[in-house]
DNA sequence: GGCACTATGTGTGTTTGCGCACAGACGCAA
DNA sequence: TTGCGTCTGTGCGCAAACACACATAGTGCC
C-alpha cells in the first residue's frame, strides 16, 4: 500500500478528544494483520488490543464439532479486545483476520489504565461495546431465522462498509465459515445475486455491482446494526484536526 | 409467596460492598413481576434497571416477520439494563418476564451515578456484562449449528439454575417462541426427553427428573455460558453479612 | 357437571440446508 | 505451455425444521 498510515483511520481513535489521544498516541503500534491470523485464542490472555484501520476482524465461536460462527465483524469503526476493560481479561471467542490490512495495536495494561480514568475513552468504548452487543445480537436473530442468501447479502454489506473499494477479496469458503454454513450453500446464493446482477466474482474477488439492490435483498438486520452504531457514535466528542474531520466525513454518520 | 423478599436473594445486590449497598438500598423498590409483563419495549427509554430475584425475564429481539428469539435469559444472578450504564440508554431489545415473580427496581438515574463512581459497582457490573455477552454469542452459535433438541434441553438447565425447585411453569408455546422455533418443534423434542425419563410434564408444568440426563443432552453452549459466568463474578468482593453468605453458599460458584 | 378455553399430540407435505461426490475452471509457477 | 492446486459449479439423496390442519386432553369457571 502506498497511502500513508494513521491512527485517524480508525474512527474510535479519530473520535477521541486531544488529551486522551496525546496520552496514548505514544504507544500505538502499527501492525500489518495477515489474512487468516489469529489474534486471539478462545480462553487465552489478551495482551493487547487492536484497532483495525485497513483490516477487517471477525470474532468466531468455534464449537467442540469443529464447526463455527462468526457473532461480529470488526473494522475501521471499531476495536477488538474489549474483554480487558470489562474486566473479563480473555473471552471464549476467536478472533481472525478476515480481510489483510492494518490496523493499531496498544498494551492492554494502558487501556485499562485510560479506561479506568473514567473520561470520555471510557464513555466512547462502552458505547462502542453496547454497539457490538447489538450486532452480535442480530446476528444471533439473523442466524435462527433468515435465509443464506439474505444473510449473505449483509454480510456482504457490512464487509463493503469497512472497505474503501466495492471489492472484496474473498472466497466463498471463507464466506460460508464465517457464516457457519456450507460452502455450496454460498455458491448457490452467490449465483443467485450474480444473476439478479448485485454481484460479480471470480476466483476471490467480489465487487458490488448494485449496493441499493443488495439492502433490498438483504434482512433487516443489516439496517438495525448500521443505525445503532450511527447512534451510538455519532455524538461522542470529535478532535478538531483536520485529519479527523476528513476520515469521519466520509461516512454518512 | 411466604417467603421474605430480601436484596441478597439477587446474586449482584448481595455481591455489593457495604458503603455501596447503603447508598442504592433506600431506593431498591420491591416490585412484582407478571408473566409476560413487558419490562423493556426495543428503543424504548431505560428508567429503571431490574435485579430479579425470583422471576426470570427473557431478552428477546423481535424481527419484522414478527418471529422472535431470546438473546438471553436473566433471573436472580443479574439484572437488566445494561444499555444505561454503557452509554445507549435504550437497546433494540425487549424485555419480558418469561417466569414470574419478583424483583428489585431501582431508578437509572442512581444506578448511572454510582457506575460513574468507578468503585466495586461498576466493576462488578461490567464483569456481569461480559457474562451476557458470553451468553449471547453462545446463543448466536447454538441457533446456527445445534438440534432443538439440544437446544431444549440447555434452556430447560439454564432456566433451572434460576429456580429454587426442580418445577418450572411453562408452556411448550412460550419455550417455543423464547427458543424462536415452532410451538410443534417442542412438543417432539420434550416428548423425547419425557421418553427418555429426564422430564416429565403436564400442561405447563414441567419438572426435571434427571439433571444430569439433561446435560448430557444438551449442547456444549450450557456449560460454556455457566463457567464464564462463575469465572467472571466469583471473585467479586461479597459482603459479610449472613444473607450474602447464605444466598451465595446456595450455588457451586 | 358441563362448557369453553387452551395446551398438547400427531399427521402430511414442503422447504431449506446438509453431506458427499465429482467435474470443470481459473491462476500461478515451473 | 504444461501442470498442479485451489476455487467454483452442480447433482444427487437425506434430515431437520417448517406450515398447516386437526384430534385429543387437561383446567378452570360458571
Known sequence: ????????????????????????????????????????????????VYFPTTSIVSMLYIIESG?????????????????????????????????????????????????????????????????LVTQMCQTAVCNRHHAIEQQLSRWLLQTLDRLPSNELVMTQDLIASALGVRRE??????????????ISYRRGHISVLKRSGLEAHACECYAVVRKELSRLLFDVQYRQDTAATRVTATHAW
Chains 1, 2 share one sequence.
Open 185 to 198: 450453500g454460498i455458491t448457490e446464493a452467490a449465483g443467485n445475486l450474480q444473476r439478479a446482477g448485485l
Open 67 to 131: 464447526l463455527s460462527a462468526e457473532i461480529a465483524g470488526v473494522g475501521n469503526e471499531g476495536m477488538l479486545g474489549i474483554a480487558l476493560f470489562m474486566g473479563g481479561d480473555t473471552t471464549p471467542s476467536s478472533a481472525v483476520v478476515q480481510t489483510a490490512g492494518h490496523g493499531y495495536r496498544l498494551s492492554g495494561k494502558l487501556l485499562k489504565e485510560e479506561f479506568n480514568r473514567g473520561g470520555l475513552m471510557q464513555r466512547m468504548l462502552l458505547r462502542y461495546t453496547q454497539a
Open 1 to 48: 500500500m502506498s497511502t500513508p498510515h494513521s491512527p485517524n483511520q480508525n474512527h474510535l481513535l479519530a473520535a477521541l478528544p486531544p488529551a486522551e489521544f496525546e496520552r496514548v498516541a505514544p504507544h500505538l503500534e502499527l501492525v500489518p494483520m495477515l489474512l487468516g491470523e489469529t489474534l486471539y485464542e478462545p480462553g487465552g490472555q489478551l495482551r493487547h
